[in-house]
């Protein structure tokens, strides 16, 4: 057992409402650890593998075909987000996305899955996650995010960079 769940004294220690914050911490400890070991499995087992490829072609240049639109347009954020790019979804995907980045040149430089904890179950999978023809998958960053614009509440990002960790910096500011 991790020791973030051991360090954690046991609830019937505490009152009711500290035992409900801690069992509400394990089990999102529970759902993250579940959502990384499939978010790795996805990526060892070949997330550029054409049944996992999306079918747009014309997503490795700014702006993708439609129906993708900028977040821009739909939500309050800025255009261009430091560590993430220029972001393209297509709205019927919302909230989990993909949301395509792109760099200043306009070149496709990440794909973001935004998941909200309360989608993330015990038993929760995700396979194939969908990225652009013909784009590789690097390497998988995975984040906590409180909430924002678009997806309001606190959810996961994870995001399937198609540029080397060395070319993240392309979309840092």
């Known amino acids: 057992m991790?020791?973030?769940?051991?360090?954690?004294?046991?609830?019937?220690?505490?009152?009711?409402?500290?035992g409900d914050s801690r069992r509400a911490y394990r089990e999102?400890?529970?759902?993250?650890r579940s959502l990384?070991?499939?978010a790795t499995a996805a990526l060892a087992f070949g997330l550029v593998a054409p049944a996992a490829q999306a079918k747009t072609a014309s997503a490795l240049k700014a702006p993708p075909a439609a129906p993708y639109k900028t977040v821009s347009s739909l939500v309050p954020l800025p255009d261009f987000i430091p560590g993430m790019g220029q972001l393209f979804v297509d709205p019927?995907?919302?909230?989990?996305?993909p949301f395509l980045g792109y760099d200043h040149d306009g070149n496709l430089v990440n794909t973001t899955?935004?998941?909200?904890?309360?989608?993330?179950?015990?038993?929760?999978?995700?396979?194939?996650?969908?990225?652009?023809?013909?784009?590789?998958v690097d390497?998988?960053?995975?984040?906590?995010?409180?909430?924002?614009?678009?997806?309001?509440e606190p959810h996961i990002h994870i995001v399937l960079w198609h540029v080397p960790a060395a070319q993240e910096s392309r979309v840092a500011k």
Not at 28 to 32: A, K, P, R, V, Y
Request: glycine fraction near 6%; avoid cysteine; proline fraction near 9%.
């Open 92 to 97: 019927a995907t919302l909230p989990a996305g």
């Open 139 to 152: 390497h998988v960053d995975m984040m906590y995010n409180a909430g924002h614009p678009g997806v309001a």
């Open 2 to 18: 991790p020791a973030a769940e051991t360090d954690l004294p046991d609830r019937a220690s505490n009152s009711a409402e500290h």
């Open 28 to 32: 999102i400890l529970m759902n993250s």
């Open 36 to 38: 990384l070991m499939a």
């Open 113 to 136: 899955y935004m998941i909200p904890l309360s989608l993330m179950k015990a038993d929760m999978h995700l396979n194939d996650l969908k990225v652009p023809a013909g784009v590789k």
